[in-house]
Structure formats: structure tokens, C-alpha cells
């Protein structure tokens, strides 16, 4: 399989094959080309000429030709933003009630609902509607994409299966980039109108696709349809559904929720005061996805070409397709040393790289100045805004998604996933929004406006390291480990620069089946085991020193040394059970 060539491969202890996970990860992974070509579109479609004649409300530029007023260019582009926001929301009851492959399919509706209000829009107010209600659809997809993935990838290579989302977001953007450079020069509306209209292509692939895909094991053993998990289980893993490595994969999962519903319920309220430290994962995975806004990447996907162009770049579409092309290659180091450098040494480095290129940028222009040669101030802007991309891109780009898609236990994903992604979309609308008015000096209406040009780079370079000091004190490290053995860490690493060391001691079966482990008490039975640990662990040891001869739990009887189950497990040897 090609993606093995690349660099990764199986380990031999894992049972089955990962290759049909992997197959429909990737697949599922495109839901990003829906975002990032959207972005890419109208970064392009505000610059192009058509579009501001036909648009233009008659505001004028310097030259005295029509163009596109400020605030409604930031009201055109940032409305996206608040849908996404909205949609990120809606993400968690969709995903928790109708699945969530079934609520893709239904979030992919209603983009495409939203980009034909686009195609067909004729003033602002349509193409803003239009816009919103895509964004609706783009918020959907952009959590449950991720928790998709993540819910049914193997732990050997869940980090970069995740990664290819942000991937496909990059791919979205340079595809846009050259649909708009091959068609900016058209006069009639044709100019802008191809470019919106071919986003419903795929859209269309991806929902029909979606409809032969299997729903995640976990979401099935969430709603209690333990036979659907293990059919789903076993298409993803390419094992017979009584293969012993399934069955203890399906387990281990069954058992986890189990553990986890018992110290309190799925409520909206638990996802800030649960246990374990539930409120600690919420406020990190909000945090992540602030900061990658922050970092100022959208200012160059949004604004990109408007930007260059006001710089003084002779064909500002071609620079933006260059910087396209640097953000998507720039990606795949990142999938190849997301599980080996870990999560927290990638965000830690890339912010770092982020924040010295932005304060060179910045401190170049502010120190000299309006008559600097143009052609220098150019080069550099154009050489370190490529570095700083490609920084973002191998780092900040795809690992905060990964990293909250893991963070949080089954019972809560879907609403944890959905607050953190609506605050990144938040900061998004705001960043949209806001921009314009950072760039331009005078707005009509008397709106207040700055000019800061470069020296905005000011701004995201600082976020950049805080950034670096977030991830060292509150990023926990979740490669290697199953999204079951994440809540185990989360009891036991009180702090995360220890996280790197953990090693998982227990499983969630045995919490289940024995009724304690080595380093985690359940709170209910907190109480009975400080009264009487040795008397549990006495039990507990005779329980399973005498399972050969004990009542199974149908009723039936089982006398033999050694069930037929039990003489498979132990032919499997060094097996890795867990995903």
C-alpha cells in the first residue's frame, strides 16, 4: 500500500490489518478540501476585478476604480466563520444522536445548500447568506471528521490519520489558488462563479462515499449496539468477529465507557467538572484551537492575496499559489514525525519557528520604515511569510486537531470536541473580521481603523510564544497509547512534561471484571476500598486464579483447565490487543 512506501509500517504485534481503516480515514479526511477550497475562493474572488465591479455598493479604491468596501469585505469573508461556529456546536447532539457518518452526510447537505445560494447570488446580502449557511455545513464536518477518524483508527498511526484532515484542508487551498488564477482575468461573472461552483463536485463524491462507510465502534458501543460494533469492528480491522484480538479490542472499549459513565454522567456540565480532570482536557483542547487561529495563519489564507498585493507584489495570485504549494508539501513532514517526535515536541518546535520568522517580519518593517528599497522589504516578507508557513503547516496545521480528538473520553467526545472547535472557529470569525480593519487606514462610516501593514506581525508572533509555554505545561503526550489508555494518564501524570513517561499499568476490563487496579479507584467505591484494600485484593486474586471453575456470565458452567478462548489468546503470543 502506497502510504506504507511513505514511511510507515504495521507493527508486527498488532493483529489484523490496518489497511481498510486506513482506506477510509484518508476517505473521510477530504471533508477538509471542503473548507480549505472555500477559503482559498474568496481569498482570491475579493481581489478579482469582475467581482468588485459587480459587487461594489460604490465605494472606490485609490485609483478611483470600484472595489469592495472594507467592512463588507470583512463581513463576506468572516460570516463563514460565524456558521462554523454555529455548526461546530450543533456537532456534538447530530453526532451523539444520528451517528456520526449519518451527521457528515447530513453536514454535507447543507454546504452544498450553501454554495448554491453563492453561485446564484447576485448582491452581498445573498452571498453572505450563502456563506453562512455553508459554514453551518464546515463546522459540522470540521469536528466529526476528526472524531471519525480517531474513533476508528488503530493507535499505531491514529496521529497521522488525523493529520491527513489538515492535509486535505491544504490541498483545498491550492486547488482554489490555481482555480483563481485561471480565471481572475474573465470580465463576466463567470470569474468568480466557476471557482464557488466547483466546490460542490466533491461534496457530492464525499456524501455518496460516506453512504458504504461503517459507523465507528465506539460511537456503536456508546449507544449500547455492541453486535453493530463488532461488524463495524471487523471490517476496520479485517478480522473475523470472534477473532480474540477483536473480541478483547471490543472489550477493552465496552469496559472503558462502562468505567466511564460510572464516575458521572455525559452531561455538558461534566465536561467541565468530571472526572477524570475533565475540565483540564476542555480547557486544553479550547486553548489548542484559540491558539492555532492566533498564530495568524488565516490572516494569510483569508487576506493573503489583498495583502501581498497592497505590499507591492508584482502578481499577488501567483505569490498566493506559491505560498499554497509550500503550505500543502509542508504538511507531510509533519504525518511522518507525528507519532515519532509525539505531539508535544512538533506544536513546541513549530511555534517556535513561528514566532522568529513573524518578529522578523515585523521588526524588519518597523524599523525601516515607508522608504525602504521595495524590492527588498518584498523579498524578505515573501521569504519568511513561506517559512513561517511552513512551520504552521508541519505543526500547528494538523496536530491540534489530532490532539483534540484524543484528549477526551468516549462518553464526552462529541461535546468536548464541538466547544473547543467552535472557539477555534470564534477566533476565526474574529481574526475574519477584524483584519480589514488592521489593514486599512481610512473606512468609510468613520469606522476606527489602523494601518499596521507587516507590523501585524507583531501581534501573531507574541501569541506564538505563549503558545510554546502552553504546550509545556498543559499538552499531555497521546502518541502511542489507545484512546482508552489517554484516561488512565490523565489519573495518574499530574503534570504534563512527565506525560512522555507514562506507561499504561491496567485495563478497563479488569477495573470491570475485579473491581480495582494499581493506580485508579472509581469515586463510588473510593470509600469501600480504603475500608478494605486487602480484603478486595485477596478477592480479587482468587476471582481470577479460580476463573477456570466459576460461573461464565450467561449461567453457564465452564469446568475445563482452559476455555477454547483462552487457548487462542495464549497462541497469540506478544500480540498488541489494544488499538
Not at 468588485?52 to 463581513?75: C, M, V, W
Not at 498511526?157 to 492535509?167: D, F
Not at 513561528?354 to 527588498?376: D, R
Amino acid at each position: 500500500m502506497a502510504i506504507f512506501a511513505m514511511g510507515w509500517q504495521k507493527p508486527d504485534n498488532v493483529a489484523g490489518s490496518s489497511a481498510p481503516a486506513i482506506m477510509v480515514g484518508l476517505f473521510v479526511a477530504t471533508g477538509g478540501l471542503l473548507f480549505g477550497y472555500d477559503t482559498g475562493t474568496i481569498n482570491g474572488i475579493l481581489a478579482m476585478e469582475a467581482f468588485k465591479q459587480h459587487f461594489s455598493t460604490g465605494y472606490l479604491d485609490n485609483n478611483g476604480d470600484p472595489a469592495i468596501n472594507p467592512r463588507e469585505s470583512a463581513l463576506i469573508v468572516a460570516m463563514l466563520s460565524a456558521g462554523t461556529a454555529i455548526g461546530a456546536l450543533l456537532s456534538a447532539p447530530l453526532g451523539d444522536q444520528y451517528g456520526r457518518r449519518r451527521a457528515l452526510i447530513g453536514a454535507i447537505g447543507i454546504f452544498v445548500i450553501g454554495a448554491i445560494l453563492q453561485v446564484c447570488a447576485y448582491n452581498i446580502g445573498l452571498l453572505v447568506a450563502g456563506r453562512t449557511v455553508a459554514g453551518v455545513g464546515v463546522g459540522i464536518i470540521s469536528v466529526l471528521v476528526p472524531l471519525y477518524q480517531s474513533e476508528m483508527a488503530p493507535k499505531w498511526i491514529r496521529g497521522t490519520l488525523v493529520c491527513t484532515y489538515q492535509l486535505s484542508i491544504t490541498v483545498g487551498l491550492l486547488a482554489a489558488a490555481v482555480v483563481n488564477i485561471l480565471t481572475y482575468k474573465m470580465t463576466s461573472a463567470a470569474a468568480y462563479r466557476v471557482p464557488i461552483g466547483l466546490q460542490l463536485t466533491w461534496a457530492c463524491v464525499l456524501a455518496l462515499g460516506l453512504t458504504v462507510l461503517p459507523e465507528t465502534p465506539r460511537y456503536l458501543i456508546k449507544r449500547g449496539y455492541k453486535d453493530a460494533a463488532a461488524l463495524s469492528l471487523s471490517r476496520l480491522r479485517r478480522l473475523d468477529i470472534t477473532h480474540p484480538a477483536l473480541v478483547e479490542e471490543l472489550a477493552e472499549i465496552e469496559a472503558n465507557h462502562q468505567y466511564e459513565m460510572s464516575l458521572g454522567p455525559d452531561s455538558y456540565k461534566d465536561i467541565l467538572f468530571g472526572e477524570p480532570h475533565l475540565g483540564r482536557r476542555t480547557f486544553t483542547g479550547c486553548c489548542l484551537q484559540m491558539l492555532q487561529q492566533l498564530t495568524g495563519v488565516n490572516f494569510i489564507m483569508y487576506y493573503g492575496t489583498t495583502f501581498f498585493n497592497k505590499a507591492g507584489v508584482g502578481n499577488p495570485f501567483k505569490i498566493s499559489l506559491i505560498i499554497q504549494v509550500i503550505n500543502t508539501a509542508s504538511t507531510i513532514p509533519g504525518l511522518f514525525v507525528v507519532e515519532s517526535w509525539g505531539r508535544r515536541r512538533l506544536l513546541i518546535v513549530g511555534a517556535i519557528g513561528m514566532a522568529v520568522c513573524q518578529l522578523l517580519i515585523a521588526s524588519f518593517a518597523a524599523a525601516s520604515g515607508p522608504n525602504t528599497n521595495t524590492a527588498v522589504q518584498t523579498n524578505i516578507l515573501i521569504t519568511f511569510v513561506a517559512i513561517y508557513i511552513f512551520f504552521f503547516a508541519a505543526s500547528w496545521g494538523p496536530v491540534v486537531w489530532v490532539v483534540t480528538s484524543e484528549i477526551y473520553p468516549l462518553k464526552v467526545r462529541a461535546k468536548s470536541m464541538s466547544i473547543s472547535t467552535a472557539s477555534n472557529w470564534l477566533l476565526n470569525f474574529g481574526i475574519a473580521y477584524g483584519t480589514p480593519y488592521m489593514q486599512t487606514s481610512t473606512i468609510p462610516g468613520n469606522e476606527s481603523s489602523i494601518d499596521l501593514g507587516s507590523k501585524v506581525f507583531f501581534v501573531w508572533g507574541a501569541f506564538c510564544i505563549v503558545a510554546v509555554g502552553f504546550v509545556w505545561c498543559m499538552v499531555y503526550e497521546t502518541s502511542k497509547i489507545s484512546l482508552e489508555q489517554i484516561d488512565e494518564m490523565y489519573e495518574r501524570v499530574d503534570h504534563a512534561w512527565h506525560s512522555r513517561r507514562f506507561e499504561p499499568s491496567w485495563s478497563f476490563q479488569q477495573m470491570r471484571d475485579f473491581g480495582f487496579s494499581e493506580s485508579g479507584i472509581p469515586p463510588t467505591q473510593q470509600q469501600q476500598h480504603q475500608h478494605q484494600p486487602q480484603v478486595e485484593l485477596q478477592q480479587s486474586q482468587s476471582r481470577s486464579s479460580n476463573a477456570s471453575t466459576s460461573q461464565t456470565d450467561t449461567g453457564g458452567s465452564n469446568n475445563t483447565a482452559t476455555t477454547q478462548d483462552d487457548k487462542l489468546v495464549a497462541s497469540l503470543g506478544n500480540i498488541d490487543l489494544s488499538y
